[in-house]
């Protein structure tokens, strides 16, 4: 029998996420999976009895920048990710759940949660097969680079002028450049808002020491999918 995970539903009471069917071939290898299926992901970290507190307690932030918020592991518990059914949004799709794992049969994920008018970032594990963040409704993504040392990513939302597009993409430019800057980094890839069909998520795979991210578009009328490289900058 599938296990039940509650959540809080939008409007009160409580909406039940069960185990998807694809969880066990999700579990073995996410990125084909995410290839080849529609799916979404939750913003964040699944926690027994359903709380979403997890999150804040499993990540140590560190403040940079004048928005960016970094986040760090505070552990050695790995993170992996299981599959449940969308009760919301799409309902009925694949939900990706993120969740502390030390159960070898979910792949090590990399995941970077998001804040309201943040710009949050974190470095991308040499460990983690599997990198995530969103879901997206209008925020920026983008990765740096930096010789010899680990890629960045970051995930910028700001709310307070999303009234125009325009201003608001360069707003979230100039906070991820400003961080990047300020280490030495270089942006490399750039995904913003207007880029990309919602709901949407960054996923991304490693190869050796190298990442390559795509963004993973579902349509919710036809729940037709893409999945389109990250653009260079």
């Not at 909406?15 to 299926?37: C, K, L, N």
């Not at 190298?210 to 037709?224: A, G, M, N, S």
């Amino acid at each position: 029998m599938s296990q039940a995970i509650t959540v809080s539903a939008p409007q009160g009471g409580a909406a039940q996420e069960v185990a998807h069917g694809d969880a066990a071939a999700f579990s073995a290898d996410p990125v084909a999976y995410i290839r080849t299926h529609a799916c979404l992901l939750h913003p964040e970290l699944y926690a027994p009895g359903g709380s979403d507190d997890l999150t804040n307690a499993t990540f140590n932030r560190a403040l940079c920048g004048t928005r960016g918020i970094e986040f760090m592991r505070t552990n050695e518990t790995r993170l992996g990710a299981t599959l449940v059914v969308a009760v919301r949004d799409v309902p009925g799709l694949p939900l990706i759940r993120v969740l502390e794992s030390n159960n070898h049969a979910h792949k090590r994920v990399c995941f970077l949660p998001w804040q309201e008018d943040k710009c949050t970032l974190t470095k991308m594990s040499s460990r983690a097969t599997v990198f995530l963040t969103g879901p997206l409704t209008g925020c920026n993504v983008y990765l740096a680079a930096k010789d010899g040392h680990r890629l960045l990513a970051f995930h910028g939302n700001l709310n307070s002028d999303g009234e125009d597009r325009n201003t608001n993409n360069v707003r979230k430019d100039k906070e991820a450049i400003n961080i990047a800057t300020e280490r030495g980094y270089i942006l490399t890839h750039r995904l913003a808002r207007g880029d990309y069909q919602i709901p949407a998520f960054v996923w991304g795979e490693r190869t050796g020491p190298t990442w390559t991210c795509y963004v993973h578009e579902v349509d919710p009328v036809t729940r037709r999918f893409t999945n389109k490289p990250l653009p260079t900058i």
